[in-house]
């Protein structure tokens, strides 16, 4: 009987060690990843502020072809939603909005994941003109844990997994750009 109460004391300190640990890590994140592409910004611009583009070259929406998208509004403009629901469980069920835009430079985007897990993250996209034929496109990914959930960051990489979906995505949209 002692070496269960032994046992048990040993893995609530473990806990709390845990939680305690877990007030002094980071919760909030951010990844930002850029690429340039060989086409006018005015021309990259128009194809990135439409929402249905993003399924042709952002990486989850690629994972599972049959998952179920709805949209509300009117694309290219503040207000946009585009929601998906899949049973894959890297790509879950969410929604994500227009909030907004500043003509030609930049798009905001708010994240609403309902499942696996529930949070709500921010995105945004930039274009800068590096010549007159060159854009470079900077998407920006960033989010918050909360507590405890944020002990999570000490067990995986999240920017390294999110940034190598980005850098995809960018390489990707790239492609399409340029053909």
Same mark, same amino acid.
């Given at each position: 009987?002692?070496?269960?109460?032994?046992?048990?004391?040993?893995?609530?300190?473990?806990?709390?060690l845990l939680l305690?640990?877990?007030?002094?890590? &980071?919760?909030?994140?951010?990844? %930002? @990843?850029?690429?340039?592409?060989?086409?006018?910004?005015?021309?990259?611009?128009?194809? $990135? *502020?439409?929402?249905?583009?993003?399924?042709?070259?952002?990486?989850?929406?690629?994972?599972?072809?049959?998952?179920?998208?709805?949209?509300?509004?009117?694309?290219?403009?503040?207000?946009?939603?585009?929601?998906?629901?899949?049973?894959? &469980?890297?790509?879950?069920?969410? %929604? @994500?909005?227009?909030?907004?835009?500043?003509?030609?430079?930049?798009?905001?985007?708010? $994240? *609403?994941?309902?499942?696996?897990?529930?949070?709500?993250?921010?995105?945004?996209?930039?274009?800068?003109?590096?010549?007159?034929?060159?854009?470079?496109?900077?998407?920006?990914?960033?989010?918050?844990?909360?507590?405890?959930?944020?002990?999570?960051?000490?067990?995986?990489?999240?920017?390294?997994?999110?940034?190598?979906?980005?850098?995809?995505?960018?390489?990707?949209?790239?492609?399409?750009?340029?053909?």
């Amino acid at each position: 009987m002692s070496i269960l109460i032994t046992a048990f004391t040993i893995l609530i300190g473990i806990i709390l060690l845990l939680l305690i640990i877990a007030l002094f890590i &980071k919760k909030e994140y951010t990844i %930002e @990843q850029a690429i340039v592409i060989n086409k006018p910004k005015a021309f990259v611009y128009d194809y $990135l *502020r439409l929402l249905r583009n993003h399924d042709n070259f952002v990486k989850w929406s690629m994972i599972d072809p049959n998952m179920k998208k709805t949209y509300t509004g009117t694309d290219g403009t503040v207000g946009f939603v585009s929601a998906w629901d899949s049973t894959n &469980k890297q790509v879950g069920k969410g %929604e @994500q909005e227009v909030i907004k835009m500043a003509e030609g430079e930049k798009i905001d985007y708010e $994240l *609403r994941f309902i499942r696996p897990f529930e949070g709500i993250s921010y995105a945004s996209i930039a274009t800068v003109a590096v010549g007159e034929q060159q854009t470079r496109v900077i998407w920006v990914f960033n989010g918050k844990m909360k507590y405890p959930m944020n002990l999570m960051l000490l067990f995986m990489n999240l920017e390294k997994m999110l940034a190598k979906d980005l850098d995809e995505g960018l390489a990707t949209l790239k492609n399409i750009l340029e053909k």
